[in-house]
């Protein structure tokens, strides 16, 4: 659309994730032509020129860099998107903000809360736009959820269960560190699971049940050693390769979370289920379009499971796509939240999670950290 604002991006990394949020800026304008921005590919960067310049090539990004620190200078750039190894994100972000550049950083937002504060006092001090990439919150049944449980459907909320189980590290012959495997080298990621896949489950958590107060968890490590790619030496693994953990919400219902990368058979299976006094709610990634809900006031005779396909127009976000019955995707919650960010660009108003939203997320993680070294239950904050 002629009339809409360009906001030029520049991405830094270019791996998995450079390639959601890209297909996101990509996409956006089609599908929300009311948005006033519209994202311009300005420029990507990476360590290698070559592999850059791939990447640019591939998804129309107008100019590479290989240093983050000359994207940042660069006037033609509005907005820094993050998509490094989580050890660079408090670096990139506070430089950017500095900078005066709008951040969407990849989650967890960062290594540790001790950093996440440097991150929020930088950018509210700048007054930039800032928000981190906890994409599920954007699939329409989890929008949904949080719609439900906001309208009292639920009542009052005593269970929050949630799970993400992956498979993908079992083999000990898989190396750490590394462009590829920078998740299974803690001075790289911070944690293991805890940072990757549970974060996800704690964000959805706070946003749909509120604060978590207590935690008490266990986490294991079970390859105890792995060839590093940068030393090509036998190294010692300090990730949790699972973590299991209770809490207390401060609404009073309890949590149970649990995560791993050896449960053989499972890829990405994020699941959470939620009971309240009136009704219950449960979701699953691998179905994601699909929200099951369990209303008590049900007549009893075809009281029961209801599984809402959220497909029709009135559902979260569900109107900018096809017609009631047919699907969207794992890539679409990229495309929500570029268009919520621009959206938030034009009103003023924050793109949830902001930096300072994310940071209870690091905090709980925090916690589940400390509480599986110690053996004890830890307060969180
Ligand atoms: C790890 O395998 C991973 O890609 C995470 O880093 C993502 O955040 C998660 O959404 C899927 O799994």
Known sequence: ????????????????????????????????????????LKAVCGRTAEKTQEFADQWQYESIETDWRKLIARDDIDAVDICTPNNSHAEIAIA?????????????????????????????????ANTVWYNYRRVPAVSLAKQLIDEGRL???????????????????????GAALWRLDAKAAGSGVTGDLLAHCIDTAVWLNGSITDVSAMTETFVKERMHNETGKMEPVTIDDACAFLCHFGNGSLGLFESTRYARGHKALYTFEINGEHASIRWDLHDLHRLEYFDHADDSIVRGWRSVHCTDGDMPYMDKWWVPGLQIGYEHTFVHQVAD?????????????????AQETQQVCDAVLESARTRQWKNVG
């Open 1 to 40: 659309m002629p009339n809409q604002k360009p906001l030029n991006i520049g991405l830094i990394g270019y791996g998995f994730m450079g390639r959601t949020h890209s297909n996101g800026y990509k996409r956006v304008n089609d599908f929300f032509p009311e948005l006033a921005y519209r994202p311009v």
């Open 96 to 128: 950017a903000a500095e900078a005066g550049k709008m951040i969407l950083c990849e989650k967890p937002l960062a290594l540790n809360p001790e950093e996440g504060e440097r991150m929020i006092a930088a950018v509210e001090k700048a007054g930039v």
């Open 155 to 177: 009542g009052r909320i005593f269970h929050y269960r949630a799970n993400f189980l992956q498979d993908w590290t079992i083999n000990e012959d898989l190396p750490q560190g």
């Open 341 to 357: 960010f621009l959206k938030s660009v034009e009103t003023g108003e924050p793109c949830n999670p902001t930096f300072r939203d």
